[in-house]
C-alpha cells in the first residue's frame, strides 16, 4: 500500500504488510525509479492492516493532519526480512519492479531501486538553457503559427520532482528561495516528474502583469525579506511548455505535441495556470487584443517546431506592444540638489562583439523609485572604476560628469524610438535584470 499524504510536508506512505500489521515508511521524494539515485524513507510506527484502506482528510490538529489519497496497492514478493535489510518485489499497478530498504541512521532508511528503469527511461536534465525568440513582425502565414500572449515578467525553467520545485533563471541562476509561492504549485503536481518553460509575473492593483512590482521580489535576499515580500506582491506562474515529462524527454517532440500533453496535464488553481495557445485566430486579432488587455506583446511560435534548447530561433518570433530594449550600464551622473549622494542618471550601453566594449546609446534619469534610486547608487558606488567602458567617446558635458562603473549590471528601458545616430528617444527606467546576463544583450529592431 502507497498512500500519497499531503500534510505539512507532502510524502508518500509506504506500507507492507507483516507480521499482521502494516509496517511503515514515509518517502519524502516517492518511490525512485531509476537505480542511480536513492530516496530517503524515514521509519515511522506500524500501523494497523485497515489503515491500508483509508483515504480522506485527517482534521486539523491531529497527527498527520491533511488529505490522504491511495497512490497504488498490490502485492508483493518477500526475498529478504532482516533488521538491516528488507528486500521485496512489488506489483502494483505504478509500483512495479524489486526494491531494497536498509537503515542508515536510527529512524532513516534509504530506498533503492534494484531493477534497471523502466524501457524508455529518460531522467531528467539537471540543467539547461531555454529557448529564445528572435524579435520581429507578425509571420503572414497564420495556419503555420501558434500565438501567445508575452508577459511582462522573469523567465523560468521549473523543474518538479517529488513534488518539490526548483526554479532556475534563464541565466542558470538558482531562484527557487526567492519565491516560496512555489512550494504549493510542486505538492499540487504530485509524484508527476516534470520540466516546464514559464514565466513569473506579479499582478498590479489592475490586475495587469507589473514587472515593477516584480522588482520587489527579485531583490529580497534574506528569509526575512522573502517573507515580507511574498505577502506584499505575490507571484503568479504562468506556464507555456512541457520539456520532459515522466522520463520521456519532449524536447524533440514538435509544438503542438508539447501543448497537447500540457494542456492534458490540467493545470490550474489561484496562482498558477497554463498560458493561452492561439490556433485559430489570425495573429493580427491576438495582438490587438494583447494591446487592448496592457500585455507586452505576443510571441508566434511555429507549431511544428522542436525545441532547440539556448538557442535563439526564428521559430519563435516576438512582436512588443512597446519599445523595451535590455541595456548594460557603463556609469552614472551625480545627483543634485535632493538626489546628492546617489545619482542623476544612469549612462547605458549594448555590448559591442567587436571591441568587447559598450556602445554608448544613451542616458536615463527617471523611472525609479526612491527606494531603487538609493539601492542602486549604493551597488554602482561599490563598482566604480577609473576607466570607461563604453568603445566612444561620449560628449564633454558627459564625460566630465561621468562616474565610470564595471559593466555587469543588465536593465532594461522603456523608449519611444531610436535616434538615427543609434540612441535611445525618451527612455524610462524599468527595473534591473537579475535574470540576464551582459553577454546576452542585442540590440533589438
Known amino acids: 500500500m502507497i498512500q500519497e499524504h499531503h500534510a505539512s510536508s507532502l510524502h508518500w506512505d ?13 518517502l519524502p521524494r516517492g518511490l525512485p525509479v531509476s537505480p542511480d539515485t536513492n530516496h530517503l524513507a524515514v521509519q515511522v510506527e506500524d500501523h494497523p492492516l485497515e ?18 489519497s491511495i497512490w497504488d496497492r498490490g502485492r508483493y514478493d518477500c526475498e529478504k526480512w532482516r533488521p538491516q535489510e528488507i528486500m521485496v518485489v512489488l506489483h502494483g499497478k505504478r509500483a512495479v519492479g524489486r526494491y531494497v530498504l536498509f537503515p542508515t541512521n536510527g529512524k532513516n532508511w534509504m530506498i533503492h531501486r534494484m531493477d534497471p528503469a523502466p524501457d524508455g527511461y529518460e531522467p531528467l536534465p539537471a540543467r539547461m538553457q531555454p529557448m529564445l525568440a528572435t524579435a520581429g513582425q507578425l509571420p503572414p502565414d497564420d495556419g503555420d503559427w501558434a500565438y501567445e500572449f508575452k508577459w511582462d515578467g522573469m523567465r523560468a525553467l521549473i523543474w518538479i520532482d517529488g513534488g518539490r520545485p526548483r526554479a ?5 541562476t538558482d531562484i527557487t528561495g526567492s519565491f516560496p509561492e512555489l512550494r504549493a504549485f510542486g ?9 516546464l518553460d514559464a514565466e513569473l509575473i506579479a499582478l498590479g492593483p489592475d490586475g495587469k502583469p507589473s514587472f515593477a512590482r516584480l522588482q520587489h521580489r527579485l531583490h529580497a535576499t534574506s528569509p526575512e525579506r522573502v517573507r515580507n515580500a511574498a505577502a506584499s506582491d505575490p507571484i503568479s506562474l504562468v506556464i507555456f511548455d512541457l520539456l520532459h515529462l515522466d522520463g520521456v524527454s519532449m524536447i524533440g517532440k514538435v509544438y503542438d505535441h508539447r501543448r497537447s500533453a500540457l494542456e492534458d496535464l ?26 487592448d ?11 511544428t517546431s522542436a525545441y532547440q534548447v539556448g538557442r535563439r530561433s526564428r521559430d519563435w518570433i516576438k512582436v512588443k506592444n512597446q519599445h523595451t530594449q535590455e541595456v548594460v550600464i557603463g556609469g552614472f551622473t551625480e545627483g543634485k540638489g535632493s538626489r546628492r549622494g546617489e545619482f542623476g542618471a544612469l549612462l547605458l550601453g549594448i555590448p559591442s562583439t567587436e571591441h568587447r566594449k559598450l556602445t554608448f546609446v544613451g542616458k536615463v534619469g527617471t523611472g525609479f523609485s526612491d527606494r531603487r534610486r538609493a539601492e542602486l547608487a549604493r551597488d554602482l558606488k561599490r563598482m566604480e572604476r577609473a576607466t570607461s567602458p563604453f568603445d566612444d567617446r561620449l560628449t564633454t558635458a558627459i564625460d566630465r560628469a561621468a ?11 522603456r523608449f519611444s524610438e531610436w535616434t538615427p545616430d543609434g540612441h535611445l528617444r525618451h527612455p524610462v527606467w524599468r527595473g534591473l535584470r537579475a535574470d540576464k546576463t551582459v553577454g546576452e544583450i542585442c540590440h533589438e529592431p
Open 51 to 68: 489503515y491500508g484502506k483509508f483515504s480522506g482528510t485527517i482534521p486539523k490538529g491531529e497527527y498527520g493532519a491533511g488529505t490522504v
Open 14 to 26: 509506504f506500507r507492507l504488510e507483516h507480521d499482521g500489521v502494516l509496517a511503515s515508511w514515509a
Open 168 to 172: 532556475v533563471s534563464r541565466n542558470g
Open 403 to 413: 562616474r565610470w562603473v564595471t559593466p555587469k549590471l543588465v536593465g532594461e528601458v
Open 266 to 291: 490540467e493545470i490550474g488553481a489561484p496562482g498558477w495556470a497554463v498560458a493561452p495557445s492561439f490556433t485559430e485566430e489570425e495573429g493580427t486579432h491576438v495582438f490587438r487584443t494583447a494591446v
Open 187 to 195: 505538492e499540487s503536481m504530485g509524484s508527476r516528474q516534470a520540466l
Open 293 to 303: 488587455l496592457g500585455m507586452e506583446g505576443v510571441v508566434a511560435k511555429r507549431r
